[in-house]
């Protein structure tokens, strides 16, 4: 049982993963037959070379998958060893890189900010060892990060003293747990935001010990409300930037400079890590902005308009910073060298790919979309160049679009662009699929072009 009997009486067995010895003979006819074994797959020298850098068992992956293709007569027996080394990924890392042609700069799903070329490659010089928490001078024990929390503080010349965690939620959580446990935390009812994955800002403040005193309504509340609630209990004010949503119409809210002459700290979150103003985005909140309006705490996140590794940042009054530096909490919330590495990179390195993208000429996006759809109309393939509208997302600037330029394609073409060897993840709408440019780097161009030639083979 289990055996197969070949045409000429020989009984072969098949390896232990399944696949079919290599069997010669004209009179075979069954191209299956010649699919060769896992073992003799292997020893293809840049298999071999792969081992090592992706590990044995990926390499072995991918070598089943194109057995598998070859059972199934997508690919001829004698072209496993080359599917195989084109299935391997490019590092051990999991994760697949992708064009992000959503049109919106901050997607979320595909990991927020791209890190600069500079934030990159000190990534890989961090990546050993470090003077993370040494001295070299001296010797001796230095602080954790102190580079990149002055480098914070120039960018911010109006903070006192700043701090790093792991994300923008993990900074609003730490300051609520090291100065308002077992305390009250003033919030307006319109600021109770839900953040994403279900994840809400009350839950995540009531989980820290502290009790929330909500005043006004969603769409209007005053800095009376905010003064009526105040008392012997209330640790702070928190002012928490809707950088997700809008409310339009009958609406008012209190400044951070209103809630500042209250005589309690202000705790202002802006969410989405613009440090200073920018003339694209008049209506989003800056930490700089907020510091000289009066706030004693500016909470952010780094992965977003700052366009850096995932971080949280605290910026603002040196006691209070001080007090959530020292909170035991703190030590559950550190950040990573490599974490600290891209900062710094970030803040004192060239513009970011989340500034370019914001910056884009508009003009410059459709001379590249129509040099693309140029490069790719032909027979059979429906491609050319139209108006689009980018967004910001990943939780700032709500509202704002940006002008932009993309490929339209039919709908049809979203799976494969997807699933092909570099993925291009765009946008459907109106029926087609939209691949817009504003998030995608010039010097991508001639990838994404190659990704659509690929996309178009594999729907023939």
């Known amino acids: 049982m289990g ?84 299935l391997l990924p490019r590092t051990a890392g999991g994760l697949r890189p992708v064009i992000n042609a959503t049109g919106v ?3 979320t799903n595909l990991g927020r900010a791209s890190l600069s070329a500079a934030a990159r490659l000190a990534v890989l010089d961090a990546a050993g ?26 960018r911010v010349p109006s903070a006192d003293a700043a701090h790093v965690v792991n994300n923008g939620a993990a900074a609003l959580v730490l300051a609520a747990t090291a100065l308002a446990t077992g305390r009250e935390i003033v919030v307006s ?22 009790r929330l005193r909500e005043v006004g309504t969603t769409n209007r509340t005053r800095v009376e409300d905010y003064a009526a609630a105040i008392g012997p209990e209330t640790a702070f004010v928190l002012k928490v930037h809707t950088s997700n949503f809008r409310i339009t119409g009958f609406t008012r809210a209190a ?31 800056d930490a700089a902005g907020q510091m000289r309006s009066g706030a004693a705490l500016v909470t952010a996140s780094g992965d977003k308009l ?26 559950a919330l550190r950040v990573d060298k490599l974490t600290l590495a891209a900062l710094h990179a ?44 980018a967004t910001v997302g990943g939780g700032g600037a709500p509202g704002v679009t940006l002008p932009s330029a993309a490929l339209s394609l039919p709908e049809a ?37 190659e990704a659509v030639r690929t996309a178009a083979r594999a729907r023939r």
């Open 3 to 86: 055996r197969r009997v070949a045409e000429r009486g020989t009984e072969q067995e098949p390896d232990e993963d399944g696949a079919q010895p290599c069997v010669t003979g004209a009179a075979l006819g069954d191209a299956r037959r010649r699919i060769p074994r896992t073992d003799a797959v292997l020893k293809d020298p840049r298999l071999v070379a792969a081992v090592g850098r992706l590990g044995p068992g990926t390499v072995k992956t991918a070598v089943r998958q194109a057995q598998e293709q070859a059972r199934h007569g997508t690919v001829p027996p004698e072209a496993v060893a080359d599917t195989a080394v084109a």
């Open 105 to 107: 700069l901050l997607h």
């Open 129 to 154: 060892p470090t003077d993370v928490e040494l001295d070299l001078v001296t010797g001796v024990r230095a602080r954790r990060g102190r580079s990149v929390l002055q480098a914070l503080r120039e």
């Open 189 to 210: 009812r319109g600021e109770l935001v839900e953040i994403g994955d279900g994840f809400r800002l009350p839950d995540l403040l009531v989980s820290t010990g502290a």
């Open 255 to 285: 400044s951070v400079r209103d809630l500042a002459g209250l005589g309690v700290p202000v705790v202002a979150d802006i969410g989405s890590g613009l440090l200073a103003p920018h003339p694209l985005l008049p209506e989003e909140p």
């Open 306 to 331: 700052l366009g850096g590794p995932q971080c949280g940042l605290i910026l603002g009054d040196a006691g209070l910073v001080g007090a959530l530096a020292r909170h035991p909490l703190a030590r």
């Open 346 to 389: 970030t803040l004192t390195g060239p513009e970011t790919p989340t500034a370019r993208a914001l910056n884009a000429d508009p003009r410059t996006l459709t001379r590249r979309a129509e040099r693309l759809a140029c490069q790719l109309r032909g027979p059979g393939l429906d491609v050319h160049a139209v108006p689009s509208a």
């Open 413 to 449: 073409w979203a799976s494969a662009l997807r699933t092909g060897p570099v993925p291009v993840v765009g946008r459907i709408e109106s029926g087609r699929c939209l691949l817009d440019l504003r998030a995608v780097p010039e010097e991508d161009d001639a990838l994404l072009a």
